[in-house]
């Protein structure tokens, strides 16, 4: 039986592996670099209008992902998520953009026309929340954790610093007792939808038992930690490897590239 709570969510332990025993070029490429990156893939999705950029972009860290080394197969059962969120705000979006219309539904006293920049809007959000999410995978998959605590550490202040580098610890343990709940409910014959729509009251009270649980376990591994010398605050000393000359460059490539292609260069869509 898979350990997962389901195939189309992000596997925690499975990104946690791949970061810490991964070997390839883009395992020991300075975390600097990867996030620095990330920062410029965030501005581009931002600024870019183009359906054209956006699915060059996706082309581009796909080629990335796959080139590490990472499983595609994953990769693609986890796009359901983003996939979901983003036709949940778009579908709503999409409906009487100005231009030509491709598909029309009327209802009283509604009448919705989908256009082809009705389109290009749905296929670009998509396109460009596909690029942010693989490249967020491929970060995490590729840096190891000390070096993504330390990188916490010193960028974000106190009390915020501490409050990411411990919800993370604590999150194994929420999901571990989740994971032993649906086991036992699937060992016994039931079934999560099926579970909830019959005995919807007993199914909260076990949810509810499992984030108390949750949080007695994390009490005492907080007390465990004041028991060795723990003063309150996660000191995150790992020297991180710095940024080599060849990504000093390749960082100013890709901003040259970004500024390029959002500015000056002149797409049909």
Same mark, same amino acid.
């Given at each position: 039986m898979s350990d997962e709570l389901s195939p189309h969510i992000p596997d925690l332990d499975l990104i946690t592996f791949y970061s810490e025993k991964g070997t390839s070029l883009f395992s020991r490429i300075s975390p600097w670099t990867k996030a620095l990156m990330l920062v410029l893939i965030v501005l581009f999705v931002s600024l870019d209008k183009s359906l054209?950029? /956006?699915?060059?972009?996706?082309?581009?860290? +796909?080629?990335?992902? #796959?080139?590490?080394?990472?499983?595609? *197969?994953?990769?693609?059962?986890?796009?359901?998520?983003?996939?979901?969120?983003?036709?949940?705000?778009?579908?709503?979006?999409?409906?009487?953009?100005?231009?030509?219309?491709?598909?029309?539904?009327?209802?009283?006293?509604?009448?919705?026309? +989908?256009?082809?920049?009705?389109? +290009?809007?749905? %296929?670009?959000?998509?396109? *460009?929340?596909? /690029?942010?999410?693989?490249?967020?995978?491929?970060? %995490?998959?590729?840096?190891?954790?000390?070096? %993504?605590? /330390?990188?916490i550490y010193r960028v974000f202040p106190s009390p915020i610093d501490q409050i990411f580098l411990m919800s993370y610890r604590f999150i194994f343990i929420t999901l571990k007792m989740v994971k032993s709940m649906i086991k036992a409910l699937k060992s016994r014959g039931g079934g999560l939808l099926q579970s909830i729509r019959k005995q919807s009251k007993m199914f909260s009270e076990v949810f509810a038992l499992t984030i108390i649980r949750s949080y007695d376990r994390a009490d005492r591994v907080n007390k465990a930690m004041? /028991?060795? #010398?723990?003063?309150? *605050?996660?000191?995150?000393?790992?020297?991180?490897?710095?940024? #080599?000359?060849?990504?000093?460059?390749?960082?100013?490539?890709?901003?040259?590239l970004m500024i390029y292609s959002i500015w000056f260069v002149k797409l049909p869509f």
């Open positions: 054209i950029l /956006a699915v060059c972009l996706y082309l581009i860290v +796909l080629s990335l992902y #796959g080139l590490s080394g990472l499983p595609l *197969k994953k990769l693609f059962q986890w796009y359901t998520m983003p996939i979901i969120f983003v036709l949940s705000l778009v579908v709503i979006l999409m409906w009487n953009e100005p231009g030509n219309p491709i598909f029309s539904l009327s209802m009283p006293y509604v009448s919705l026309i +989908l256009t082809d920049n009705g389109l +290009l809007l749905l %296929l670009t959000l998509l396109f *460009k929340s596909l /690029a942010s999410v693989t490249f967020s995978l491929f970060f %995490l998959m590729t840096t190891r954790y000390n070096y %993504l605590s /330390a990188m004041e /028991a060795r #010398g723990f003063t309150g *605050k996660y000191v995150a000393a790992t020297r991180i490897p710095v940024i #080599g000359t060849y990504e000093y460059f390749t960082m100013l490539l890709a901003t040259v």
